[in-house]
């Protein structure tokens, strides 16, 4: 049983050698841990550090791409290398290195394919009431999107079974810890959430640059994410709203024409009229949507058994290999 423990990094000399000392060097019922650093775009010594500490694999990308991107690159070149278990967590040393054990644990009692940690988010000190407060707002969003119970949707501390990382397709550009509980939880991939203990704040999160540009990106992450998995539901409710307005406005102006008082009320016709026609055209909308997303789940079957292939056959990096990406 193989773990590799990612850590995407972006700038983080200073914070990663404390984040990498922190990580386990054996658990129980894994027989080997390696370790990978997903350099996004670096311009300090990042690479540096993380070679002279011993990591076994370095990702590279020549110029910042985003979390999102980096989390996926992670993920192929852990599979590329024969990971059983991926484990993902940060260079900030945020999560406590000793919980690694804690949340691969149902993985290897096959009892979860993806297990998610769930930190103590009331008992953050550097989480402000606002950010606490919005947190679990965003978390029980999730969970109605993706028919879950998980209470951190945002923590970015996680581990994937391979059968799971083989399944996970990351479609935005912002984050990937809220659509993957969303795909996870309309594709029924096994998941869970275990709790877990955090560190002290070495630096700032640099995921957002205010609270109201992370509210907006990831409502609309959720949203896209809803869009993308459950279209024929998302249209159907909304084309219900202009719809059954214009049915409410269609019956007051046939109920004036029976009484023999419809002059006067054209007006009522044409917007209902106008109505109706949007919200027939919506659910058009919608069925079409809802035929794409099925092309879309028989693509990710084949890309699955793609990836199953590619993985089996692919050639594995060795420690001193890099990555590239442009």
């Known amino acids: 049983m193989k773990l590799i423990i990612q850590i995407p990094c972006y700038n983080e000399a200073e914070t990663l050698e ?49 979390l999102a991107k980096g989390f996926m690159a992670g993920l192929d070149a852990c599979l590329r290398n024969g990971a059983d278990i991926i484990v993902n967590t940060d260079a900030d040393n945020q999560y406590c290195g000793d919980d690694i ?35 679990h707002l965003g978390s029980w969003v999730v969970r109605k999107a993706s028919k879950s119970d998980i209470p951190d949707a945002p923590s ?21 810890t809220l659509e993957t509980i969303v795909q996870a939880g309309r594709e029924r991939i096994p998941m869970t959430s275990v709790p ?17 540009g992370y509210v907006k990106k990831s409502m609309l992450t959720i949203l896209r994410a809803y869009v993308l998995y459950k279209p024929l539901k998302f249209f159907t409710i909304l084309g219900s709203i202009p719809f059954g307005i214009g049915l409410i406005l269609g019956i007051r102006f ?13 007006q009522s016709l044409i917007l209902a009229s106008t109505l109706l026609m949007m919200g027939f055209m ?20 084949v890309q699955y058994h793609a990836r199953r292939a590619d993985y089996q056959t692919g050639e594995s990096m060795t420690q001193d290999e890099e990555k590239n990406k442009g």
């Open 18 to 66: 404390i984040a990498l000392n922190d990580l386990p060097k054996h658990i129980d019922g894994i027989d080997t841990i390696e370790y990978l650093i997903i350099n996004d775009g670096s311009h300090d010594k990042t690479v540096e550090v993380a070679r002279r500490w011993g990591v076994h694999y370095v990702v590279n990308f020549t110029k910042n791409r985003g």
């Open 101 to 135: 054990e804690t949340i691969v644990r149902p993985i290897l009692e096959g009892k979860s394919d993806i297990v998610i940690g769930a930190r103590p988010i009331d008992q953050t000190e550097h989480f402000s009431p606002l950010k606490k407060k919005l947190q």
């Open 156 to 176: 970015g501390f996680r581990a994937y079974s391979r059968e799971a990382a083989l399944r996970i397709n990351v479609t935005n550009e912002y984050t990937y």
């Open 196 to 212: 877990i203990r955090t560190n002290g704040e070495l630096r700032p999160s640099r995921l957002f640059h205010s609270m109201l």
């Open 254 to 266: 046939l109920v004036y024409v029976f009484i023999g008082n419809s002059a006067g009320h054209v």
């Open 282 to 301: 919506t659910y058009v909308v919608g069925i079409l949507s809802d035929t794409i997303a099925a092309e879309r789940k028989i693509l990710e079957d």
